[in-house]
């Protein structure tokens, strides 16, 4: 069973930078895909961005496209989210998840593990 425990999370104003880190254990991290959900206070779970098991593929949502940028270092088991420009409209509990393959990203309840969530918090 493999944990995912992300973090990172915090209070930044509007424009403003922060970098959320997903750290993988209990099996073999290159082999799955990874990425980032979000869900914001009342609204429903929505993709962010996934990226494939080498790196070299990444997709992102139309909302978070060349502001947020997802990347991997599989030597140190780990997912990353760097989010510039951040807008209110960011503030969500940002979710982890892992899966065989990248399109796997658009039906999250094909995914196999989720971290708890760190919340990240945009004001204006």
């Known amino acids: 069973q493999v944990q995912l425990v992300e973090s990172g999370g915090g209070l930044v104003q509007a424009g403003g930078s922060l970098r959320l880190s997903c750290a993988a254990a209990?099996?073999?991290?290159?082999?799955?895909?990874m990425g980032w959900f979000r869900q914001a206070p009342g609204k429903e779970r929505e993709f962010v961005a996934a990226i494939s098991r080498s790196g070299d593929n990444t997709n992102y949502a139309d909302s978070v496209q060349g502001r947020f940028t997802i990347s991997r270092d599989n030597d140190r088991n780990t997912v990353y989210l760097q989010m510039n420009s951040l807008k209110p409209e960011d503030t969500a509990v940002y979710y982890c998840a892992s899966g065989l393959r990248i399109l796997l990203f658009t039906r999250p309840a094909a995914l196999d593990a989720w971290g708890q969530g760190t919340l990240v918090t945009v004001s204006s």
């Open positions: 209990g099996r073999s991290f290159s082999s799955y895909a």
